[in-house]
């Protein structure tokens, strides 16, 4: 099955059964393109799998310096970090793996306080 690419103006990329889409100025960053659209490519249909998760926490061969510049030049892909975003195309959009791993972060953050508090 082919796998049709829609450009947006928001986020950077986000896998969904019938397509991937991209954020547009993606178009002029080849070097970050090309890895982010094979990553997409390599996720499940289904709305959460380990699969996908060990993917999203697997170290990838984009470059943080360029996507950095790219999220500064670009600032409505930020919203790639948020677990729960809208658009009109999709209406609300829920991504497990974020939502986990944000709570795996704050978790250590929220663990990390308790045990500095009690040693203090």
Not at 36 to 45: D, F, P, S, V
Not at 84 to 90: F, P, Q, V
Not at 92 to 98: P, R, S
């Amino acid at each position: 099955m082919t796998m049709r690419i829609e450009y947006v103006n928001h986020g950077v990329a986000n896998r969904f059964s019938d397509r991937i889409e991209i954020n547009k100025h993606l178009k002029n960053y080849p070097q970050l393109l090309r890895p982010i659209l094979r990553h997409e490519m390599q996720h499940t249909n289904k709305t959460f799998s380990g699969k996908d998760l060990r993917l999203d926490l697997a170290h990838n061969k984009i470059k943080n310096v360029d996507m950095l510049n790219f999220m500064i030049r670009h600032p409505k892909s930020l919203t790639h970090f948020l677990p729960l975003y809208w658009t009109r195309r999709s209406g609300f959009v829920l991504d497990f793996n974020l939502f986990f791993i944000w709570g795996m972060t704050f978790g250590i953050g929220w663990f990390v306080l308790f045990m500095l508090g009690m040693f203090t």
